[in-house]
């Protein structure tokens, strides 16, 4: 069978499996959570077994350790996973939800009902706990899910995919709720992203080049953020300490995220008392500052920004500085360079805090947090599928809702149009 | 100018347009909205002029009278546009609303609010009211509109546009809210479906074949319906003359929309008492039966359905009849060959209600009730700019909500991530 063939096939079995799956009591789905959970730890010696082929390749093809890291599967990294999964098992199914009802005038009663989107496909890279996470946030909201994980992990995924499926069979759930792609072919990700007819949403997990190429490429409607570039600004009347606890906590404390600060926006009223010591704190946690003009007058160390850094997504211990005439320029600032993730103002002006709020159309906005807040489980959504900055359907972190749809349901007592 | 530039510029203009339009009050925005309708009435004779030639030129490229019907400006069909824009100034404003806020463990109060979806394209046929319809529900949710109508209706469009946005200059609002396509070159459409960046919906409106035009050539999501095969399923221990009353409303009430009727599915057990007394009032009315064998049996007059009849949108007086062996063999039939638009179930029975109300996955289900209810305005969404059969984003009749997306807005007093 051709790989078009082939995917076509996993496609429509994921179809069926999904107007199954769309039906399974919420009790069904928890216990076969659970026994996932169980079956992962249990097998931790297979999943390292067939993880070691995976991890002996990425060293023989000089791999970075960073990346090497990241695809190892310890017993501590398999207990994560069957954590994650058994918190999924946890949370409120959101599926057969009723959101709203309302009564017509004619006594229809019309209420919306969450339903499940249908087939999920993932697209993601080198992480092969991706692979268990996405399928328990799938399988509880009753979609049946597709996983492309990259081929550095490919006897990883393949592994834990089956560890899965061996737990649907035990439950009587279709197999093909939970899928892992088993070859690496590249055109394998091209023929999914054509089958519009039996995938309902694809979501890529991994840098901007992946995730470009997938929307590039794909019929299917995706849910994606390509970067973010999330900024802070501090307000002339602002708390300084708050300010720099905070400042330095968004950009330190796990740099290498896409809800860590990037650009630093200061009033100029309190650049003079604040910057001097907000740097001080930075450059010792050791930040590489570049900032315009005005920032370099007030921090020596501080690089010269260009053009290019206001765009910039460093993942990094650098970042940009400017110093702006007030909260108008710095929502300029935001509208112009952004990336619509995430923003924070620190202030103790309550005009400017609600104007911030209401007028800042990023997915997330703040007032005196971290940007490192914007994530499904620090905002109580019980989970994270993925962060969207596209607007339609879901914008921001995405928990279990966002995996369904609502669909119409009435109830009447012979109700004709007139 | 070529079209690729001017397409990109009325896009570029919409965009920045949108970013003012999304901080307006609901005052001003209704009462520019108010103006408007007045604005139509008060110029009807310069509408019902430009008008003339399109269908001066339509007449004269021998269109059918019913395409010419509804091409044509009457002061009654300029009254009614403004009505509807009145109404909609009327509406409550969902743009700002706070849909939910929650308290975290460590005292962040986060919560999502509604925000305009940004620039949103209508590509739509022959009928002139769409314009104005179309832009008032943008408008007041808050979003930009780029409106491309049909060739046949391109002065009509251009004057209505005109008209609009006298009123956004009059009330100091940005021009370029609300832009009419004005030429009527083909690549027009094309091109605006390439510009991602700019525009974020496009709805189509109009014929299957326009919808699928639109689909295949647009990198920004569409949301759309195909066509809508509805279908009612009488059960065994249906009101019989409940059941009738509805089919024939729901088949001739209007048979030439996509919530109509077209195919009806009877309980063995009812169907020798139900069909020959529905088939003698459909007949009547006009309507040609096509049915399965058992159907052909007990409805003499009934033609023979073929498979092909199953997948038909007829948007005519036709109606395919099957019967069935119960409830399941409903579902399965409802799965194969609807078109996830609009089902109903006339039943006595509680358990079946339930089912059907709970398993069937099309975007409005209904009890007891004609399928004609499954539209905007008679679900009490206020308006409708579309009915949405995708899954993503908005699911059946789309009303002021539905052009709209949420937010994360998080109020904290110095929260920091441990």
Known sequence: MGIQDEMRQVADQAREASRKLSRISTEIKNRALKEMAEQLVNQADYLMGENEKDVAYAKNQGLSPAMIDRLTLKESTIRDMADGINEVAALPDPVGKVTSMWRRPNGLLVGRMRIPLGVIGIIYESRPNVTADA??????????????GGSEAIYSNIAIGRLLQKVLR????????????????????????????????????????????????????????YKGVC???????????????????????????????ETLLVHRDAAPRFLPEVARQLLESGVVVRGCEETRALIPEAEEATEDDWYREYLDLILSVR?????????????RYGSLHTESIITNDYANAQRFLNEVNSSTVLVNASTRFSDGFQLGLGAEIGISTTKLHAYGPMGLEELTTTKFIIYGNGQVRT
Do not use: W
């Open 231 to 261: 900024h802070i600004f501090v307000d002339a009347d602002a708390d300084l300490d708050m300010a720099a606890k905070i400042c330095l906590n968004a950009k330190t404390q796990r740099p290498g995220v896409c809800n860590a600060l």
């Open 170 to 225: 035990a439950n009587s759930l279709p197999e093909a709720a939970i899928q892992v792609v088993d070859t690496t072919e590249r055109e394998a990700v091209y023929e999914l992203l054509q089958l519009e007819e039996y995938i309902d949403l694809i979501i890529p997990r991994g840098g901007e080049d992946l995730i470009r190429a997938v929307v590039r490429q794909s019929r299917i409607p995706v849910i994606k953020h």
């Open 323 to 335: 110093v702006v005439g007030g909260i108008d320029e710095a929502m300029d600032h935001i509208a």
């Open 135 to 148: 399928a328990a946030l799938c399988l509880k909201s009753g979609n049946a899910v597709i996983l492309r």
